[in-house]
Nanobody, 122 residues
Framework: QVQLVESGGGLVQAGGSLRLSCAAS????????MGWFRQAPGKEREFVAA???????YYTDSVKGRFTISRDNAKNTVYLQMNSLKPEDTAVYYC????????????????WGQGTQVTVSS
């Protein structure tokens, strides 16, 4: 089992920044990919960013140049730095862990955090 706990969400004005954290615990040795997803009201959960054990990073087009995913292996933590936030970034953000080399679909992940709310005001 892998446990994931997100933190860092909150309310921010458009153009502002937030940094989300995802702390992993448990049997993390089998993890290949860590990802961030988000889900806004009335929308399906969408892929935001992912990072593999080897350090490769991937982003959905809408956040490229604004968001950065990173990791701290010593702390077993993954981060999502979100800059130049827009109201359309408002969503519950979820951290996910997977053993698969695929990263874009939610079905490729085995464990999920509880989510953290990000609200960007106009």
């Amino acid at each position: 089992q892998v446990q994931l706990v997100e933190s860092g969400g909150g309310l921010v004005q458009a153009g502002g920044s937030l940094r989300l954290s995802c702390a992993a615990s448990g049997r993390t040795f089998s993890t290949y990919t860590m990802g961030w997803f988000r889900q806004a009201p009335g929308k399906e959960r969408e892929f935001v960013a992912a990072i593999t054990w080897s350090g490769n990073t991937y982003y959905t087009d809408s956040v490229k140049g604004r968001f950065t995913i990173s990791r701290d292996n010593a702390k077993n933590t993954v981060y999502l730095q979100m800059n130049s936030l827009k109201p359309e970034d408002t969503a519950v953000y979820y951290c996910a862990s997977g053993r698969s080399r695929r990263y874009q679909g939610s079905n490729n992940y085995d464990y999920w955090g509880q989510g953290t709310q990000v609200t960007v005001s106009s």
